[in-house]
């Protein structure tokens, strides 16, 4: 076996056995959809996307070794399509989590699902873009998105992506239709701040800002020239009409450097200072706009039910 299939051969089996095949049943137990998942802990909690599971009265999932367990809804959040299952099942193995904020584009990452109804599909591919934004069939914008070329299909939505290491250090949550090479997947950060809210009480609460922004490198002149610390800011490619951000001035083009004076250099980083705390009370953001530095007041609000 060459070095390049060796890596991804090592890869799938430190994480592999951590992925199920989901199914969604109504309440007669006709199978209404189907998934991927992932085991995150030794008690039975898994990853899947809201999507996956929305609407379903009950859930199933197949381990590896083809067992069927029940499983229960901890609790969904359709704005990040994250959602979190506990199943019945044992005798599995529990995903290592990464880090997203250490990814580079270019970068290896492996996808594993089940597309399609084929159990444990393995595609490989590399980061294509970090911090996207993209918006969803319902009309949610997701934020933080890692874009990648490793090919999902329907049912790879909510199994991991993988590095080279077999960390997970991403949720499949999307494919463009039409296009080739151009899939989503939830920074694993971001999956984790969910999943904690969402076993706790079921639901989550965050502050919005109404933001479309992509992930980008500062040039190092920009930086010194205006004595900032980050390496990495967030580019605003869509203002949401009548949202706090479009309220406080921010513009497209504006490049998202601080918040409340934390530096900003990820969306997944942004989404952590954004906690329920912050709704109603104004903040004060700091953006490059035409190669010098703004300030401006901005007043998050509550993320709109859909």
Do not use: W
Not at 245 to 269: C, Q, R, W
């Amino acid at each position: 076996m060459d070095a390049y299939s060796q890596i991804i051969h090592q890869a799938v089996e430190a994480a592999g056995r951590s992925v199920v095949k989901i199914e969604r049943l109504d309440a007669q137990g006709k199978v209404t959809g189907t998934g991927s998942g992932f085991f995150f802990s030794s008690d039975g909690y898994l990853f899947t996307n809201a999507h996956v599971v929305h609407g379903g009265d009950r859930f199933s999932v197949m381990l590896h070794d083809g067992n069927v367990y029940p499983a229960v809804l901890a609790g969904e959040d359709p704005d990040t399509d994250v959602a979190i299952l506990k199943a019945t099942a044992f005798d599995f193995q529990v995903a290592q989590l990464g880090n997203a904020a250490d990814l580079h584009i270019g970068q290896l990452v492996i996808a594993i699902g089940n597309p399609l109804g084929f159990q444990h599909t393995v595609t490989a591919g590399v980061v294509s873009a970090l911090g996207r934004s993209l918006r969803g069939e319902s009309g949610r914008t997701m934020e933080g998105l890692i874009q990648t070329d490793a090919a999902l299909n329907p049912g790879n939505s909510g199994g991991p992506l993988i590095n080279y290491k077999g960390e997970v250090v991403g949720v499949n949550t999307a494919m463009i239709r039409g296009a080739q090479g151009i899939c989503f997947a939830i920074g694993i950060e971001t999956a984790r701040m969910i999943a904690a809210e969402l076993m706790q009480t079921g639901k989550v609460t965050r502050a919005h800002l109404g933001l479309l922004i992509q992930q980008i490198d500062l040039v190092p002149k920009l930086r010194s020239g205006l004595e900032l610390k980050n390496k990495s800011a967030l580019f605003v490619t869509g203002v949401e009409a009548g949202s706090p951000a479009n309220k406080a001035g921010i513009l497209d083009g504006d490049i998202v450097v601080s918040f409340n004076d934390a530096p900003v250099e990820t969306s997944d980083g942004l989404f952590r200072l954004l906690d329920r705390e912050k709704i109603g009370q104004f903040q004060f953001i700091r953006v490059i706009r035409q190669n010098r530095l703004v300030e401006l007041r901005i007043t998050p609000v509550a993320r709109k039910a859909a």
